[in-house]
């Protein structure tokens, strides 16, 4: 007789492999599985691109049929889940936001960004390639950190009004971050807003200040963060905050000139130049929830952002617990 204990081992193996084993791919040869995007990624998708096209219809012909995402609905929201080793915590998120985003009715789908090449984490790049895979379904996008629940029923998960993006997890409520203009954890961003933005800079290598440059790209194109009113939990109650800090160290290296660049407004990088490849697209059930991960594999020019890549390099920080 298998016990409990084995099966559940067998179960989280198998996670992990359909998650992370295709990762020996990113040193072969790319074959047909391989979806790959324009040279601008806003462009019909035609010529060398088809295989991206033939993908999203498809994608659209399956999600108008998953019973969560109301086909009826106004709007429809894509929730994109930046993503690397994190299968835990994955398996807390996906039953956790579906539940609460029906309680809600919120037409949604989640989208695990996860990144399979050997670059150090790029959150803004994968909600970048994120929103170019779902964009053509869904017209707002939830940017939300994997390890950030949301326990408030008031917060709602709503169509962004015009003034600009709609910041769930703002400084007077988010667990740890508490200056005026975070926008980090999750954000409510309409489609027409994000294309006005040029999304997000592709040069934030490693953990943060990327929501921080798009606060500035926010304000560039007129518009306002707005944030939920008459909210009475606080910083204590109103999230569960997942992420271990012992187990789980954040990338906070600097590198090369990385900390002088990214201090800076990037006007040159954004939506329309994220170098990436999609090496699967996999339709996943969680808790009999289906999710859709895409296996992305992100591109570094070296001669732009060497921070990149900061092994062998005198770093000015390690990573640290935070």
């Known amino acids: 007789m298998v016990n409990i204990s084995t099966i559940n ?3 989280v193996c198998g996670l992990s492999f359909c998650l992370g084993g295709i990762a020996v791919l990113s040193f072969m040869p790319l074959g ?31 999600l108008h049929q998953h019973p969560h995402d109301h086909g009826a609905s106004a709007h429809k929201m894509a929730l994109l889940v930046p993503f690397r080793d994190r299968f835990e915590e994955l398996l807390q998120f996906v039953p956790h936001m579906t539940a609460f985003l ?8 989640i989208f695990v960004l996860n990144q399979m090449d050997r670059f150090r984490f790029n959150r803004a790049s994968l909600i970048n390639v994120g929103f170019q895979f779902a964009s053509d379904v869904y017209d707002y996008i939830a940017m ?16 962004p009004s015009s003034l600009g ?24 961003v309409r489609r027409e807003h994000f294309q006005q933005m040029n999304g997000m800079s592709n040069q934030y290598w490693g953990w943060g200040l990327e929501d921080d440059e798009f606060f500035v790209r926010i304000r560039d194109a007129g518009l306002q963060v707005t944030r939920p009113q008459n ?35 990037d006007h040159k990088t954004g939506l329309d130049n994220v170098k990436y490849k999609i090496l699967k697209v996999h339709e996943m059930i969680v808790d009999k929830v289906p999710v859709t991960i895409l296996n992305i594999l992100l591109d570094c020019d070296h001669n732009k952002t060497p921070w990149c890549d900061c092994s062998g390099t005198a770093a000015v920080a390690s990573a640290v617990q935070t």
Not at 236 to 265: A, G, L, P
């Open 102 to 109: 029906r309680r809600q009715g919120v037409a949604h789908h």
């Open 32 to 62: 047909s599985d391989c979806v790959c995007p324009l040279s601008n990624p806003l462009a019909k998708l035609t010529g060398t691109g088809g295989g991206v096209a033939v993908q999203k219809e498809l994608l659209a012909e399956k």
């Open 144 to 159: 939300h950190d994997v390890d950030l629940l949301p326990l408030n029923d008031n917060l709602h998960y709503e169509y």
């Open 165 to 188: 993006p709609l910041h769930i997890a703002g400084p007077k409520l988010h667990p740890k971050y508490h200056y005026e203009n975070f926008v980090g954890g999750i954000l409510l």
């Open 9 to 11: 081992w067998l179960f």
């Open 231 to 265: 909210i009475k939990t606080g910083t204590n109650d109103t999230f569960s905050h997942i992420h271990n800090r012992h187990h789980r160290k954040r990338d906070t290296q600097k590198c090369f000139n990385q900390k002088e660049m990214t201090r800076k407004r």
